[in-house]
């Protein structure tokens, strides 16, 4: 994935990947599929090649990520969410070349938390925000 170009910032993001899930700590929470966003950034160490040649060869495919996602959500069911992000962060990583870096905020849209407007999240990755 290195280029001959200067070292630039250049990252890639999925945001707000909205997915149902069986999640909740309650068999009766878990029961509805509630939905979920996955905010997902990919840092990469060098600018992708892919900046230059135009080839999805040369970078990370983030429809590839989408359905790992996707994948990670149908097939099990989960009590916390910070299981389902560690999962999402875990199977992300494993995919990608080991010179990225790798950072997943999960929001869960609608807990069951008496006024609570924004949803609950969970952030797991390879940096800080901020």
Not at 53 to 67: G, H, Q, R, W
Not at 76 to 83: M, P, Q, V
């Amino acid at each position: 994935m290195a280029s001959n170009a200067p070292y630039l910032f250049s990252s890639l993001t999925l945001e707000g990947f909205r997915q149902k899930v069986h999640l909740g700590c309650g068999e009766e929470e878990r029961r509805v599929p509630q939905f979920v966003q996955f905010n997902v950034e990919i840092r990469f160490s060098a600018l992708p090649q892919g900046c230059l040649t135009d080839d999805l060869e040369d970078t990370v495919c983030y429809a590839e990520m989408s359905e790992a996602l996707r994948e990670i959500c149908q097939r099990s069911e989960y009590r916390l969410i910070e299981k389902l992000g560690w999962t999402a962060y875990s199977t992300l990583k494993k995919q990608l070349p080991p010179t990225v870096k790798l950072r997943i905020k999960l929001i869960k849209e609608k807990p069951p938390v008496p006024d609570l407007l924004n949803g609950s999240s969970f952030c797991v990755g390879d940096w800080a925000e901020g």
